[in-house]
């Protein structure tokens, strides 16, 4: 945990974006590389608690699947790319945005992948009965 903790206390040092990108993405990775078990741990909570979260509102649970842990890391780095991009800094306060997003954007995802399945040509013309008059 201590390469975020110097991330956070030593961001001052990067004179620019550019640079203030470079070092979030390699303190993040190191981090997610060093302590696997703390941050593999943290997603499959976040998972479960998405998942429940779906289930309470009746959502079809054949359509979930888990964000993966490959899939969450480089979702951190990209988002913390762009937030850099659009307000040419980041606070440690701006990650729990950053976390809301990476939720936000899988459950999208989910739902968009279900409506597709359910409501794709095939499954459509597999409902359709037909009638003899």
Do not use: P
Request: charged share 30%.
């Amino acid at each position: 945990m201590s390469e975020i903790t110097d991330f956070w206390k030593n961001k001052s040092f990067f004179l620019n974006k550019e640079a203030l990108i470079v070092g979030a993405r390699e303190h993040y990775t190191e981090d997610f590389i060093a302590n696997f078990a703390k941050w593999k741990n943290n997603l499959n909570e976040l998972n479960r608690t998405m998942k429940e979260y779906l289930i309470s509102v009746d959502f079809e649970i054949e359509y979930w699947y888990d964000l993966k842990y490959d899939d969450f890391c480089k979702k951190i780095n990209d988002n913390i790319e762009q937030w850099i991009k659009s307000n040419n800094d980041i606070e440690s306060k701006d990650m729990e945005i950053i976390v809301q997003y990476i939720i936000d954007d899988h459950i999208d995802n989910i739902l968009l992948s279900m409506n597709e399945k359910k409501y794709s040509l095939s499954s459509l013309l597999q409902s359709i009965k037909i009638v003899k008059f």
